[in-house]
């Protein structure tokens, strides 16, 4: 009985977004392209990360807190993937923590506070397992110590040691790998964005392995390719990012290279105006609220929405130049 009412509550809450937020929703797609002053900096600062300076990278970024100082969540993030990065022979976990916490703390409403505080557990289960190494290897050490004065428990006593030797490098092969997956995640680009329409969803992949998949909405008449102007439809392609907006009326945006030369041409045998600005972006600005209540209704003009958090990530892990193949598809079937 509590699971039907939990459904019921659940159809009531989309009911309320198609017919009450959707209209609020749909007014208009338009998008401002914005720079920054700070970009070439941030450049220096990452190139020298990628080529192994890592005091270097992390003096460039205290140089950016000082010039921008409304950066300084970006910054510290940064900054905290350092002092935790596996090849960084200088890493400090503590150093690493306090960036973190810090974002936490003094930027509450920072897009970077929710991976912060993945990075935060991620780093104090490495410290947890850190410790738990170490011990092991000094009750390694107290075994080898006592076989050199009792040969009696020779076998006994190497087996227990290979068990622990055997589970020890199981763990560090386990912090390897959190240390990676982590590293990979924060800065490791996706190549390509696959949109299924059919089945509502968005899937980041990078060289073939999904990086995370989220719901989307579609246009409001999402059947079919879009074919022109004002027909709300999503397109259906390849195509890529070729463009965005972190100042966009949708919170951000990434701009899709729709129409392609396919596009153009059923446009021009049909005589109509293809359209463009289609767009992967969030919520109308005002309307944050609402999160992923908005997937339950197709309500934009074409475009492909996630939440605000959603497309902060995806912002993040799919730069410019990014393939985005649209495959078609209705809710109901073929």
């Known amino acids: ?59 460039t970024y205290q140089q950016i807190m000082g010039k921008y100082p409304t950066t300084g969540d970006r910054v510290l993030f940064e900054m905290g993937i350092i002092y935790a990065y596996p090849g960084n022979d200088q890493k400090d976990y503590q150093k690493s923590l306090e960036c973190f916490q810090k974002i936490i703390k003094e930027f509450p409403l920072s897009g ?36 050199t004065i009792n040969s ?29 997956e982590a590293f990979a995640l924060q800065k490791g680009p996706a190549d390509k964005i696959l949109i299924e329409k059919k089945e509502r969803r968005l899937t980041l992949l990078s060289r073939g392995k999904v990086l995370k998949t989220y719901q989307i909405a579609l246009g409001g008449n999402p059947d079919g390719p879009k074919e022109r102007q004002g027909d709300n439809k999503t397109p259906e392609g390849t195509y890529v990012i070729d463009s965005r907006n972190r100042n966009s009326r949708y919170h951000r945006s990434l701009h899709i290279s729709y129409p392609n030369e396919k596009d153009k041409k059923r446009a021009r045998e049909l005589g109509v105006s293809p359209g463009g600005d289609i767009m992967i972006h969030g919520i109308k600005n005002g309307y944050s609220w609402v999160g992923d209540m908005h997937a339950g209704v197709d309500w ?17 892990l799919a730069p410019n130049g990014t393939t985005v193949e649209i495959r078609p598809g209705s809710r109901d079937g073929e």
């Open 112 to 147: 970077y506070k929710k991976d912060s505080e993945m990075m935060i557990f991620n780093i104090n289960n490495t410290i947890i397992k850190d410790r738990t190494i170490a011990a092991q290897q000094t009750q390694i050490d107290a075994l080898r110590h006592v076989l």
């Open 1 to 59: 009985m509590g699971k039907k009412h939990s459904r019921i509550g659940r159809h009531l809450s989309v009911f309320l977004v198609c017919f009450i937020i959707m209209p609020m929703l749909i007014c208009g797609c338009s998008h401002i392209n914005e720079g920054s002053r700070a970009t070439a900096t941030f450049k220096e600062a990452n190139d020298q990360f990628s080529q192994g300076s890592y005091q270097a990278s992390l003096g």
């Open 152 to 180: 009696n428990d020779i076998a006994t006593r190497q087996s227990k040691i290979e068990a622990l030797e055997h589970d020890l490098a199981s763990k560090e092969n386990e912090i390897v790998k959190l240390k990676n």
């Open 300 to 316: 934009t003009k074409g475009c492909i929405a996630v939440t605000d958090e959603e497309i902060e990530e995806i912002d993040r």
